[in-house]
C-alpha cells in the first residue's frame, strides 16, 4: 500500500461503464514510493470518501479491484483509507534500501501528515 | 491509473497477430510540474483521438476486461477527462 495525499479530483464523462458510479481522484504518494514513468501521482478510485487534502492509504492491482466488490472493475488503484495519524520513528527510516522504489526520504511529509 | 493526454495514434503496418488492428494511442502522461517525457502506447478502450486527455490503466486483469484477453498490450485507456482540479 501506498501513503499519500489527494491533491485533485478528475471527471470523465465517456470511461468504462464499470466505472460509472466511482469517484476518481489525483493523488500524490510520498516519499517511498514513485509512480512509474515520472508520472508523481496517480488516479484512484475513492470509496471511503476522501476529499482534496486529506492523507490517503492506496493499494494497487488485484485487491484495489476487490474493494469496489470485485476483481471485473478495470482499474489498478484505490483509496481504502483515510489516515487520522502516522507515527514514525525517523532513526529507523532508511530511505536509502528499505524498499524497491524509494528515493526520497518520506520522514518531513509523513510527519505533516500527522499533525493534520 | 495515470492521467495523460493524448499525443497522436500509432499505425503499423505489419504487426503481430495479437495487436488484431486495435487502435493504438500514444499517450503522454502528466507529471506535476509539466509533462514527463516517456510516452506510453495505450490500446483504446473508449473513442479517443489526439488531444483528449485520458485515464489508462496498466495491467493485465485490466486488459482482459476492457479488450480482451487477447490483446498484447496491458496499458489500457479507461476514461476520457472533461474537467478535473487540481491543487499543484
Redo the contacts between chains.
Keep these: 500500500m501506498i501513503l499519500g495525499r489527494v491533491v485533485g479530483q478528475v471527471w470523465a464523462t465517456r470511461r468504462d461503464p464499470r466505472l460509472a458510479r466511482t469517484k476518481l481522484l489525483v493523488v500524490r504518494p510520498h516519499g517511498f514510493y514513485e509512480p512509474p514513468l515520472g508520472t508523481r501521482h496517480l488516479v484512484a478510485t475513492d470509496e471511503v470518501h476522501a476529499g482534496i487534502g486529506d492523507e490517503v492509504v492506496v493499494c494497487l492491482g488485484k485487491p484495489a479491484r476487490e474493494s469496489l466488490g470485485s476483481n471485473d472493475t478495470p482499474v489498478d488503484a484505490a483509496i481504502l483509507g483515510v489516515v487520522d495519524r502516522v507515527d514514525l520513528d525517523e532513526e529507523r527510516l532508511s530511505p536509502a534500501g528499505a524498499a524497491p522504489g524509494i528515493r526520497r526520504p518520506l520522514a518531513a511529509a509523513v510527519v505533516s501528515a500527522g499533525r493534520r | 491509473?495515470?492521467?495523460?493526454r493524448v499525443v497522436g495514434r500509432l499505425w503499423a503496418a505489419r504487426q503481430a497477430e495479437s495487436l488484431g488492428g486495435r487502435k493504438l494511442l500514444l499517450v503522454r502522461?502528466?507529471?506535476?510540474?509539466g509533462e514527463?517525457?516517456?510516452l506510453?502506447v495505450a490500446v483504446d478502450?473508449?473513442?479517443a483521438g489526439p488531444g483528449d486527455r485520458v485515464?489508462v490503466?496498466?495491467?493485465s486483469?485490466?486488459r482482459d476486461?476492457?479488450v480482451g484477453p487477447e490483446v498484447a498490450d496491458k496499458d489500457?485507456v479507461?476514461?476520457?477527462?472533461?474537467?478535473?482540479?487540481?491543487?499543484?
Excluded: K, Q
Design positions: 491509473m495515470l492521467l495523460g502522461p502528466e507529471t506535476a510540474s514527463s517525457a516517456r506510453v478502450g473508449l473513442d485515464i490503466a496498466h495491467g486483469r485490466v476486461l476492457t489500457v479507461i476514461g476520457i477527462v472533461d474537467g478535473s482540479e487540481l491543487a499543484r
